[in-house]
């Protein structure tokens, strides 16, 4: 493991050494406990950026779109 400070207020140092003796936990196996619950609840940016192409998948269909997507596309040739 990899020892690192932490700067917290006073009031929550004192939470967290009251549930830490609650618990019958250290204060640093709280902060462990914490830190990977919310890694767990949190989606990396890899899982954020394929739920939002699934959400957006098939949203803009049809001649209008593929119009637009080749008039984009000629802007981007270089021009002689």
Do not use: C, Q
């Not at 019958?24 to 709280?30: C, I, K, T, W």
């Not at 699934?54 to 981007?76: D, F, M, N, Y």
């Amino acid at each position: 493991m990899i020892r690192t400070i932490v700067s917290l207020d006073r009031e929550h140092k004192e939470w967290l050494d009251r549930r830490a003796e609650m618990e019958n936990v250290s204060m640093a196996e709280l902060i462990r406990i914490a830190v990977r619950e919310y890694r767990e609840r949190t989606p990396s940016d890899a899982d954020a950026f394929d739920a939002l192409l699934e959400r957006t998948r098939g949203i803009w269909t049809g001649p209008e779109a593929l119009a637009h997507h080749r008039a984009l596309r000629s802007e981007r040739r270089p021009r002689s």
